[in-house]
T-cell receptor, first 113, second 113 residues
Framework: EAGVAQSPRYKIIEKRQSVAFWCNPI?????LYWYQQILGQGPKLLIQ????????DSQLPKDRFSAERLKGVDSTLKIQPAKLEDSAVYLC???????????FGEGSRLTVL | QQQVKQSPQSLIVQKGGISIINCAYE??????FPWYQQFPGKGPALLIA?????SEKKEGRFTISFNKSAKQFSLHIMDSQPGDSATYFC????????????FGTGTQLKVEL
């Protein structure tokens, strides 16, 4: 079974530039999550999708972050404009219905200079 | 309170020894407590999980101990091996609350020969 795919794995940008990350969840997983993991910290939830719809985006900085889930499958997370403090690993995870187990991708590491 | 507090921040154990990592929570609505293992450059992967209807769960060398009254749970790694060297995160979520995991801050474990 293929795991959660994320791209790009690494991205370096200047502050105030924009960046987009892509995630392809495990086939059949209805729930998709984006987490932000700052170095030395635990992952922090940014947004949760159930199929096409947003379940929770309360911790998403909506003035600069946006996310969408296309046709209930792939998802993109965009940051515009980026700030220095956005430097982190952005983890995508998916979960099958009815379980609490999250399957994580390898993450996209963002460095903002 | 959504916070999950984890200790220690780092841990060095000799091969064959026991590694113990502790977590505490405040939100009594939490009813799912997983531990995730993360290797450098990889996403977190589920190691073992427990629900509050049992006080202990064992899978191979890994054991979760759960104390509902104290709102604490811990991970014990028996016969620790160099391959166990990784960062360990405890987490908690509310079933039916979207299974959104709240993570601890992580423990960096190093198992020395």
């Amino acid at each position: 079974e293929a795991g959660v795919a994320q791209s790009p794995r690494y991205k370096i940008i200047e502050k105030r530039q924009s960046v987009a990350f892509w995630c392809n969840p495990i086939s059949g997983h209805a729930t998709l999550y984006w987490y932000q993991q700052i170095l030395g910290q635990g992952p922090k939830l940014l947004i949760q999708f159930q199929n096409n719809g947003v379940v929770d985006d309360s911790q998403l900085p909506k003035d600069r972050f946006s996310a969408e889930r296309l046709k209930g499958v792939d998802s993109t997370l965009k940051i515009q404009p980026a700030k220095l403090e956005d430097s982190a690993v952005y983890l995508c995870a998916s979960s099958p219905a009815g379980t609490g187990e999250l399957f994580f991708g390898e993450g996209s590491r963002l460095t903002v200079l | 309170q959504q916070q999950v507090k984890q200790s220690p921040q780092s841990l060095i154990v000799q091969k064959g020894g026991i590694s113990i990592i502790n977590c505490a929570y405040e939100n009594t609505a939490f009813d799912y407590f997983p531990w995730y293992q993360q290797f450098p450059g990889k996403g977190p992967a589920l190691l073992i999980a427990i629900r509050p209807d049992v006080s202990e769960k064992k899978e191979g060398r890994f054991t979760i101990s759960f104390n509902k009254s104290a709102k604490q749970f811990s991970l014990h790694i028996m016969d620790s091996q160099p391959g166990d060297s990784a960062t360990y995160f405890c987490a908690a979520s509310v079933t039916g609350g979207g299974n959104k995991l709240t993570f601890g801050t992580g423990t960096q474990l190093k198992v020395e020969l």
